[in-house]
């Protein structure tokens, strides 16, 4: 499912116009997105929490070759399923 899907799927549950549903569906992710800069956590109790990590400075090796490069450290994004979700998917 891609975005667009996803925005007329929420239309439809939600009974909105397409349009009020982007413009939901944009919102929720903005703020999410806003979060994670501030190194801020979002949970949705059941469903997950979206939070950040800090992925330390490391040398790796170039794949095929005997070449290595140097990756810097970096903050990535994670999610971490909730227990509710967790049992739905599994079923």
Same mark, same amino acid.
């Given at each position: 499912?891609? &975005? !667009? ?12 116009? =397409?349009?009020?549903? =982007? ?8 703020? *999410? ?5 501030? &190194?801020?956590?979002?949970?949705? *109790? ?21 070449? !290595?490069?140097?990756?810097?450290? !970096? !903050?990535?994004?994670?999610? &971490?399923?909730? =227990? ?6 599994? &079923?």
């Amino acid at each position: 499912m891609n &975005k !667009t899907e996803f925005i007329d799927a929420v239309a439809v549950k939600a009974g909105l116009s =397409k349009k009020d549903a =982007k413009g939901a569906v944009d919102a929720v992710l903005e703020v *999410i997105t806003e979060a994670l800069v501030k &190194k801020d956590s979002v949970s949705f *109790i059941g469903f997950g929490t979206f939070a950040t990590a800090e992925r330390a400075a490391r040398v790796a090796k170039v794949p095929g070759t005997d070449k !290595t490069v140097n990756v810097p450290a !970096t !903050t990535v994004a994670k999610f &971490k399923v909730g =227990k509710s979700l967790k049992e739905v998917v599994a &079923k």
